[in-house]
Structures are given as structure tokens and as C-alpha cells.
């Protein structure tokens, strides 16, 4: 009921609705992203930040060209209804993520941002020396460098935590066989991706279930599933959730931190300002009531209104529908990829057990760098990201070198923009490379 009342206060983005992909064709699609439709490359990096949609952009516009205000500051019209329009956007967006309540979602300035508040609102207050959290380094930096800079904090003050590192599959998942093997009573938090964002592996880690103590917390970047994939925060049992709106057809700068009720009394302000508490003489802050408690300072309000229009438009082409476009795409991609010589998969749906995908392939080719390869593509129109892709590297010295990543590599990631002809265009560009290199 709460996600059908929210709906009602926003305006329609141009009807697109669908009931699969190929319900429009590709060029209609193509001119809901005005960047796509003024260009003839093709873009194949949604993992890095997806495209933006006419909605999106006519949001930003409008906010900043009409009755611009700031929210929950002033009494007068303009303000009074941003307050109301961004409280009914929290509401979207907790039925978005299958949060139980509104209060359980918080507007950040990223997703990074908001990994960051886990660490220093919860990890600061509440780790104990000898306390353990079990983390990835092979997942985005912003997975693994905020767990470092808290384990530094905390020292500071002599309480030593450790940093326990498990393995992925090759299939690019969390390996949780591995992570149960490493799982101690000083396990405090389990920190995953969701969806890899190299690897494409899905991590839900549900062979855990029932097997773990129920003290120990749940923490998962979504910031590659979100709006790429159906998530439902309440169904992954997590206690953390971490969006990136600029990869859910939103704007850069917001970010959405989902924090599980049964936290909420351990958090304190990470960001302390205006909202984030009240100042009491003797006793210090006194914290104010979630999701203000995290939310110090001024809003992105751009950024978070476009964030509303960009779930409409996500709930437009219907999130199923876009998982299974990315499905098909990464088989075609796989398949029509596998037999050029000299080409290597990287770990994800190109080891796994069965066919399938969620729309990010990572793959090498020998006789050219991944960062040379990249230009050439891109050179011919094909627009992909090289490189080790926000992965720790060895360089980076915040993790023992031996569990960095060392390897470039060239990651295709797609989208409900993306089409079949693109996918063979793509692969053909690059079975001709590998015959010239070889």
C-alpha cells in the first residue's frame, strides 16, 4: 500500500512501460537518453554509471530553475512542499528496496559515502579490540579501503580489530564455504557485493542462513545490483545496503544507505550538523531519531528528486524485465567471446555452472593491453572500461599484495539501452583485433 500512495505525487516520466524489452523498439529507448540519441557509439560501461533519461534530466533542471528552496528549513510553499516531496521519495524508495520501513533509508552523497557512515557510525561506536570483520579484496575499493581507515581509527585509541579476508568463487561470487570456514565468535560483520562489479558474480549469501549467529551483521553493496537486478534488502537479510543512484539512471552525488531497524540504536551521527542531533551542555550530542541521525547538513535535493524520477522511470521498463534483457545480452556476449583465441575470462558467468549473467563480462586478450585494447575499441565506437576497475591493487598498500588484484582487464557492461546487433558488432570489432594481434 505504501509504495502504490507514494506513486501518486509524481508526475509520469514519458510512458515507456513495458512488459519486456522488446515491447519498444531499441531506437525509442535509445531517444529516452538524449546522450545515447546524439551519438552513434555505443556504450557498453553502465557498470561505471548508467545513462540518464529525460526525466532525470528535466528534474534536475526544474529544481534548479523553479521556486528552488531548500527542504525542512522554512515554512513558506517552496519549502514546505520539497519537505514533503523528498519524504514521499524515501518512501519509494524503501519500497524499491523491500525495506520494511521509510526510516530505514538514508540519502547520502554516494555509495561510498555511505559505506563510509557504516564504518564510522556504527564500527567506530560499537567494535571492541579483537573484534572481526570478514571482507572481500577483491571487491570495488570502496568495499575494502573504508574497513582500513576504520581499523587505523580504531587503533588510535587501542582497540585492534582484524580484517579476515575471504575467497570469491569462479564464478565471481562470494565464496561462503570459505567464509563459514572463517566465521569466529569475534565475528562481528560480513561485508559482500552484491553484484561483483568486475566479476558479475551475484552474492546473496544465502547458504549462510541458519548457520550463522544472528548477532553477526550483514552489510551489501548493492551499488552494481541496484537497478540492474530486482534487490530486496529484507529477503538478503541485510542489516546494511548500499545503493549508487548514478547507476540506477539517477544523478551522481546521492547515494542510499539502508540501515535494518534492529541497528539503529548502536549508530551515531558520522556527519554531525544540521538534523543529525541536538546539543545538550553536559551530555554532548544527543542523537536525533533515524534517518536524520545520518543525514547531518544540507540535502542533495537535485540529486535525491532525481533519484525519485529515476525509480519511476526503472519501475516504467520493470526491473525484472531489465534483469532478463542483461541476461541474454551477457550469454550472447559470452558465447560469441569464447571462441577467439587468445581471450581469457575473467572469474564470473563465464565459469559459472549454468548460463546466465547479470550484464558485466571482464576478460583479457593476449598480444594487447587491456588499456590499449580499450583505446581501439573506442576508437571504433565501442565505449568500455579498462583497468583494475576500482579494484585494490597491490600499489594501493593497504592490503597484503598477495590478495591485490595485479591484472588490467576490459569490463563490457550493459543495459536496457543495449541490443543484440550491438552485442555482435562489439564481438566481431573484437575477434578482428585478436586476428591482427595474433
Keep these: 500500500m505504501r509504495s ?26 535509445r531517444k529516452l537518453f538524449p546522450a545515447l540519441a546524439e551519438s552513434t557509439d555505443i556504450y557498453l560501461d553502465s557498470a561505471a554509471t548508467t545513462q540518464k533519461p529525460l526525466p532525470v534530466i528535466e528534474t ?94 580504531l587503533a588510535r585509541f587501542g582497540r585492534r580489530i582484524e580484517l579476515v579476508p575471504y575467497r570469491v568463487t569462479g564464478g565471481g561470487e562470494a565464496d561462503t564455504a570459505d567464509i563459514l570456514a572463517k566465521v569466529t565468535p569475534r565475528t562481528r560483520l560480513i561485508t559482500t557485493s552484491h553484484l561483483h562489479h568486475v566479476y558479475g558474480g551475484l552474492s546473496t549469501l544465502a547458504p549462510l542462513r541458519g548457520l550463522l549467529d544472528p548477532a553477526i551483521l550483514l552489510c551489501f553493496d548493492c551499488s552494481q545490483s541496484g537497478g540492474h537486478v530486482p534487490v530486496n534488502v529484507t529477503e538478503l537479510g541485510a542489516d546494511f545496503a548500499i545503493f549508487a543512484a548514478h547507476k540506477m539512471f539517477g544523478a551522481p552525488g546521492t547515494g542510499i544507505l539502508y540501515c535494518h531497524r534492529r541497528v539503529h540504536d548502536s549508530l551515531v551521527p558520522f556527519l554531525p550538523g544540521g538534523n543529525s542531533g541536538v546539543l545538550v551542555r553536559e551530555a554532548g550530542l544527543l542523537p536525533a531519531a533515524m534517518p536524520a541521525l545520518l543525514e547531518g547538513g544540507t540535502h542533495n535535493i537535485p540529486g535525491i528528486l532525481a533519484l525519485g524520477s529515476a525509480l519511476e522511470v526503472l519501475e516504467s521498463f520493470d ?23 587468445g581471450l581469457e575470462f575473467l572469474p564470473g558467468p563465464a565459469h559459472a555452472r549454468r548460463a546466465g549473467g547479470y550484464g558485466i563480462v571482464s576478460f583479457t586478450l ?27 591493487a597491490a600499489s594501493d598498500g593497504a592490503i597484503d599484495p598477495r590478495l591485490a588484484a595485479t591484472d588490467d582487464s576490459v569490463r563490457v557492461s550493459t543495459h536496457i539501452y543495449n541490443t543484440a546487433d550491438e552485442i555482435d558488432r562489439f564481438t566481431q570489432c573484437v575477434t578482428t583485433i585478436a586476428e591482427e594481434v595474433r
Excluded at 505525487?9 to 529507448?29: C, E, G, K, N, Y
Aim: neutral net charge.
Design 4 to 29: 502504490q500512495a507514494s506513486r501518486s505525487h509524481f508526475a509520469r516520466p514519458s510512458p515507456v512501460r513495458l512488459s519486456a524489452p522488446t515491447a519498444q523498439s531499441p531506437a525509442d529507448i
Design 60 to 153: 534536475i533542471h526544474r529544481y534548479h530553475s523553479s521556486r528552488t528552496a531548500n527542504a525542512g528549513r522554512g515554512t513558506y510553499p517552496w519549502a514546505t512542499s520539497l519537505t514533503t516531496r523528498l519524504s514521499r521519495i524515501r518512501d519509494r524508495t524503501a519500497a524499491f528496496i523491500g525495506a520494511e520501513h521509510a526510516d530505514e533509508v538514508v540519502f547520502t552523497g554516494g555509495a561510498t559515502a555511505a559505506i563510509n557512515a557504516v564504518t564510522l557510525s556504527w564500527g567506530l561506536a560499537v567494535l571492541e579490540d579483537g573484534d572481526e570483520i570478514l571482507y572481500s579484496p577483491a571487491d570495488h575499493a570502496s568495499n575494502v579501503h573504508p574497513w582500513y581507515h576504520l581499523r587505523g581509527l
Design 366 to 392: 593476449d598480444g594487447i593491453t587491456a588499456t590499449d585494447l580499450g583505446f581501439v575499441l573506442s576508437e571504433l565506437g565501442f565505449l568500455v572500461r579498462t583497468g583494475l576497475h576500482c579494484t585494490v
Design 319 to 341: 526491473i525484472g524485465a531489465i534483469a532478463a534483457h542483461n541476461r541474454e545480452l551477457t550469454v550472447r556476449l559470452i558465447e560469441s567471446l569464447r571462441p577467439i583465441d
